[in-house]
């Protein structure tokens, strides 16, 4: 089983960045997916998620109407499209797999918004 993420970097604040989750070793269309951040110091906090489908997202309020979560589950892959990102958005960036008592989680990918 592997989550992979990629597309974390330095990006300028009010950027976009495009974080990837790819899955492999698992029947990724039967679980939920989810991403997470920890910054520095904070607790882990749950940035967006998808249901098996990708018929249904929800999205923390720091993030609405700026982050839009989607997957392929033809590809075996769920994306984050961040934009007018702000400082406050750096963290290391996480995927998880969730289906039942079954979680899987990836090593991160880190994001820092700075000038």
């Known amino acids: 089983v592997q989550l992979v993420e990629s597309g974390g970097g330095l990006v300028q604040p009010g950027g976009s960045l495009r974080l990837s989750c790819a899955a492999s070793g698992f029947t990724f269309s039967s679980y939920h997916m989810s991403w997470y951040r920890q910054a520095p110091g904070k607790e882990r906090e749950l940035v967006a998620s998808i249901t098996s489908t990708g018929g249904s997202t929800n999205y923390a309020d720091s993030v609405k109407g700026r982050f839009t979560m989607s997957r392929d589950n033809a590809k075996n892959a769920v994306y984050l499209q961040m934009n007018s990102l702000k400082p406050e958005d750096t963290a290391l960036y996480c995927c998880?797999?969730?289906?039942?008592?079954?979680?899987?989680w990836g090593q991160g990918t880190q994001v820092t918004v700075s000038s």
């Open positions: 998880k797999a969730k289906t039942g008592w079954t979680t899987y």
